[in-house]
């Protein structure tokens, strides 16, 4: 499995982008699917994360009410729709895929992930 992100970019304090991950192969729809983040000099955290079925998303406290994570298994991507950014949301953004396949299962930790992306960039400024 290929994850490609995009959309990342520099914007002000306040705007809102659109993140997505396009995933490669057909087994995609059963993949947990999440959204990290770096910034230099911390360690990857999570941001959000979805279940393969979609019922299902995690957020992090700090993008909670301003991030939506979404996805479409027919058009095989994941999206992070972030509204009000704020700089505290610069960093490398990467999409990962948990390739256990349960259905209603979010998962939170980086060691659940299987496939990892490039990472985009998404600098904020004030």
């Known amino acids: 499995v290929q994850l490609q992100a995009s959309g990342g970019g520099l914007v002000r304090a306040g705007d809102s982008l659109r993140l997505s991950c396009r995933a490669s192969?057909?087994?995609?729809?059963?993949?947990?699917m999440g959204w990290f983040r770096q910034a230099p000099g911390k360690e990857r955290e999570i941001v959000a994360a979805?279940?393969?079925?979609?019922?299902?998303?995690y957020y992090a406290d700090s993008v909670k009410g301003r991030f939506t994570v979404s996805r479409d298994n027919t058009q095989y991507t994941v999206d992070l729709q972030m509204n009000n950014l704020k700089p505290a949301d610069t960093a490398v953004y990467y999409c990962g895929a948990d390739q256990r396949g349960l259905p209603d299962y979010i998962p939170k930790i980086q060691d659940e992930y299987d496939y990892w992306g490039q990472g985009t960039q998404v600098t904020v400024s004030s």
């Open positions: 192969g057909s087994t995609f729809s059963v993949y947990g």
């Open positions: 979805i279940s393969w079925s979609g019922s299902n998303t």
